[in-house]
């Protein structure tokens, strides 16, 4: 079995697309991407949550993920435009609470948000406000967050890219290709 770190380098070098960019930033992927595979490995629901300009990259990265072509089980993920509630409107701290509430309620094997845009987006504050995300930030470095620039000419590219690398990742740990419990 496999060190995630030293997979990762491998994944990312032996990628067509051509992800020089990420061989730096895989020390920050690593421990996150980590966590996340950690929450699908206990049965959490992904929750995935875009800013507005992303809302076909949520749309991509859900259909990409759970495709019938995979040789793997159909993971819980659900994208927020699939919830009963609009997230543009959830302004309060109670409102967001009362959202988490249903949540809690609704996955009872946790849940956890996957959040791809800005961090300005009326739709940022439920992922903020939230321990369990797994964020894309653009153009704010947040603690437990993977930074991208929204000014980027290549962003779009980097997150078709950045898909694949998690679903290679996915069905990494599902097939028990790799470690996550050793980082280095």
């Not at 094997?109 to 406000?129: E, Q």
């Not at 078709?160 to 419990?181: G, H, M, P, T």
Request: avoid cysteine; charged fraction near 25%.
């Amino acid at each position: 079995m496999q060190k995630f770190l030293k997979w990762t380098l491998d994944a990312i070098r032996e990628d067509e697309s051509l992800m020089s960019w990420m061989e730096e930033k895989r020390f920050e992927w690593v421990p996150l991407a980590s966590s996340a595979l950690k929450s699908i490995l206990e049965g959490h629901t992904f929750i995935i949550i875009t800013d507005k300009e992303r809302e076909w990259f949520g749309k991509y990265l859900s259909q990409t993920l759970n495709s019938f072509e995979k040789n793997r089980p159909f993971l819980p993920i659900v994208r927020y435009k699939e919830l009963p509630m609009s997230l543009d409107q959830a302004n309060t701290k109670e409102k967001l609470s009362m959202i988490e509430d249903m949540l809690s309620i609704s996955y009872q094997n946790g849940y956890t948000f996957f959040y791809i845009g800005s961090s300005g987006s009326p739709r940022a504050k439920i992922v903020k406000h939230s321990e369990r995300s797994f964020l894309w930030m653009f153009d704010e470095q947040l603690q437990n967050s993977f930074f991208l620039s929204s000014n980027d000419d290549l962003l779009d590219i980097k997150l078709i890219q950045l898909a694949r690398l998690f679903d290679k990742s996915i069905d990494a740990v599902l097939f028990n290709e790799i470690s996550l419990e050793d980082l280095g």
